[in-house]
Nanobody
Framework: QVQLVESGGGLVQPGGSLRLSCTASGSILGINVMGWYRQAPGKERELVATISGGGSTNYADSVMGRFTISRDNAINTVYLEMHSLKPRDTAVYYC?????????WGQGTQVTVSS
């Protein structure tokens, strides 16, 4: 099993910034892609950004240029730097990790963008 623990969510004003962190532990051998998804009230969970073990990244169009995903393989941690936050970015953000045949999710961290 793989455990994913997120941190860094909170309340921020429009235009502000936050950084989310997610640390993986347990049977992490073979974990390749890590990433972030989000789910707003009444909406389906959607991809925000992913990063491979080699550093290749993928972003949703809605966050391109505002969010940056990175990872530190030495400490099994993935980060999401979020800038120029908008009210529509309000959601529960979930960390995700995958290896062949398996996918794992964190418990989620709330991000609220409001004045």
């Amino acid at each position: 099993q793989v455990q994913l623990v997120e941190s860094g969510g909170g309340l921020v004003q429009p235009g502000g910034s936050l950084r989310l962190s997610c640390t993986a532990s347990g049977s992490i051998l073979g974990i390749n892609v890590m990433g972030w998804y989000r789910q707003a009230p009444g909406k389906e969970r959607e991809l925000v950004a992913t990063i491979s073990g080699g550093g290749s990244t993928n972003y949703a169009d809605s966050v391109m240029g505002r969010f940056t995903i990175s990872r530190d393989n030495a400490i099994n941690t993935v980060y999401l730097e979020m800038h120029s936050l908008k009210p529509r970015d309000t959601a529960v953000y979930y960390c995700h990790a995958a290896r062949v045949g398996f996918a794992y999710w964190g418990q989620g961290t709330q991000v609220t963008v409001s004045s």
